[in-house]
């Protein structure tokens, strides 16, 4: 539980690898105002309370395990101000993980790449892969509360979403 800093990029795609020999979760995310403000995630069938500290660039996040009944009385499974999504796992170069994420529900064409770093000096020296496209990481309406609440960012270009037909 121990909270730690989160240095991570995301990005939007300018097109998608394929993605059926990758491992994948399938996550769903419920965001509360508070105070406090905190998360429930389900991931596969476990299931997290998350409390981000700080600055929403780089939070300090403190996530516990929840038994489903938790969750369920907590309403994680109202789609209220949630987000659904499946995660690939594609390994990338100098061992980092992209964590590629394909929006579902209200979020439908959405696509976005996350890569998670030890340190702020890994985070700045990071290089992105040629499929990687706009860089949303300090875009607001791009972090996972606000898609929850307000849906697909209006800066968002059509070229930048792709559809269930566009997935291989």
């Not at 959405?110 to 499929?131: A, D, G, K, Q």
Request: charge should be negative.
């Amino acid at each position: 539980m121990k909270g730690e800093i989160e240095w991570e990029r995301k990005f939007l795609l300018k097109s998608i690898p394929e993605l059926k020999n990758f491992k994948k979760d399938e996550i769903t995310q419920r965001y509360y105002s508070g105070p406090p403000k905190f998360r429930l995630r389900s991931i596969n069938d476990e299931i997290f309370i998350a409390n981000k500290k700080s600055n929403d660039i780089h939070p300090i996040e403190e996530e516990i395990n929840i038994s489903k009944e938790l969750f369920y009385f907590l309403g994680g499974d109202f789609e209220e101000n949630s987000v659904s999504k499946t995660r690939y796992y594609i390994p990338l170069e100098d061992e980092y993980m992209a964590e590629l994420d394909v929006y579902k529900k209200n979020l439908l064409g959405l696509v976005t790449v996350e890569v998670e770093f030890e340190t702020e000096e890994e985070m700045n020296r990071f290089i992105p892969p040629s499929w990687f496209g706009r860089e949303v990481t300090y875009v607001k309406e791009f972090k996972n509360r606000s898609l929850a609440k307000k849906g697909i960012p209006k800066s968002i270009d059509s070229s930048e979403l792709f559809y269930p037909i566009d997935l291989k």
